[in-house]
């Protein structure tokens, strides 16, 4: 069979911009970009998406990791290799470096969308929306970068085949849901084809309508699972974090110490060095601000910068440079925690065209915006030049409100595949509106050909990444990485 790969350097080189619209420019019709979409089978036909070969000349898994880690912390380096080695699922969340290399050699229809990146099933949770409902979205966007499509659905369906194998399913139950998860995004995208722009812009997950509207199909037990995780969800608020990640020192309220997940900045330096950062990170807030819209900006200047820390968190994002911050409101029971998130180039910026933004802060929150339903009212990004005279990008955003995230070890095959097509439908609205919804809805067709081959691809893909987990644990055997005790 006969593979029409078209190279990354076909899609053009320069940054993208965004559309300028004008009384006189003229959109292609529907039925203009429906062929479009059916032409692209010609360049790219479905059942090649089935096929992974790893080229001739891979990269070493372990050099990938490597060089990302040479920007990192070094001293929480060991913690992030630690992390990965735990299964070859926690590897796969922080392989995406990795993947993205392998999919630059995969065939491609040439219609582009915002890429998440990094849409394994754990990157999409509950999340509160502003207006207090609690909806169901992607979460993580540090690689976003506009691409193919085809890059987000393999990422999610391989996730769900190495979820799949780590609860014991075989193949068949692997295959049902890695099929039902790209028919669902197949469905929901020519359902979003259908729509209006505004309709589409307007679409999310209201767990509350999931719940109810969908009750005959979820069952009593996933029914159940779904209120307990709600629940659960709700529970994991700003007062909740502030509870468990502050203490009361000498009448102040300060970030309490957890080494190496949750380190105070009294901790990390004294003295001099230790107003030096504080202000610096103070500087980060307030600059910050200016990025948001007016009414959130009056909102900000309500609360009084107390204190900072620095924190681990993820797999792959172990490493880089993640500040919270603690601010008081109207008394010492008002609190707002917000993450400082370094932002480094996209994982896929090898691969793809460069991002229109230089600011790689602004490159998430722009992804961001452009692909959830709702978005945290104090996300935000900012430059700035740290205490070492290096130049950094950060995002900002609340640390937690209403987050909830699924236990992919806890699911059947039932719910595993009810959970992929929940993040597949997600999925397909996130890239709806961003990309050509009719064209890629077209080149889907009617047919299962793309649902099998994906099934096939991700098969193959999760064996890839067991042979690179397994490279990473015996990296660690020989020494040629440390996973030593951070300190």
Partial sequence: MTTVVTPPAARGSQPRRPARTAPDRALPTPAERAARGKEARTRAPRRAHAEYDPAPDRADPIDVIDRQSQTRLPELVPLRYQRMMESPFRFYRGAAAIMAADLAGTPTSGIDVQLCGDAHMLNFRLLASPERRLVFDINDFDETLPGPWEWDVKRLATSLVIAGRANGFDPSERRGI?????????????????????????????????????????????????????????????????????????????????????????ELTAGAEQELLMGWLGSIVDRYSTTLSADRRSLLAQYRLVDFARKVVGVGSVGTRCWVALLLGRDGGDPLLLQLKEAG????????????????????????????????????WQRVDGIDKRRRDFYVRQLQDWKGIAVAEDMVPHGMMLFGRLCAATLARAHARSGDRIAIAAYLGAGEAFDRAVARFAEAYADQNEADHAALTEAARTGRVSTAAAV
């Fill in 178 to 266: 890695v099929t039902a998860a790209v028919r669902a995004y197949r469905t929901w995208m020519h359902q979003f084809a259908a729509m209006t722009n505004l309709d589409v812009w307007y679409a999310h997950v209201d767990v509350a309508d999931l719940t109810t509207r969908f009750a005959d199909v979820l069952g009593r037990r996933t029914s159940r699972r779904l209120s307990r995780a709600t629940a659960r969800a709700r529970s994991h608020d700003r007062l909740r974090a502030f509870a468990k990640l502050t203490e009361v020192v000498d009448g102040e309220r300060r970030f309490a110490t957890d080494p190496p997940l949750l380190v105070p900045v009294s």
């Fill in 345 to 380: 180039t996209s994982v896929l910026a090898d691969h793809l065209p460069g991002s229109e933004y230089d600011n790689q802060g602004e490159r998430v929150v722009a992804g961001q915006r452009l692909m959830q339903a709702t978005t945290d009212i104090f996300l935000g």
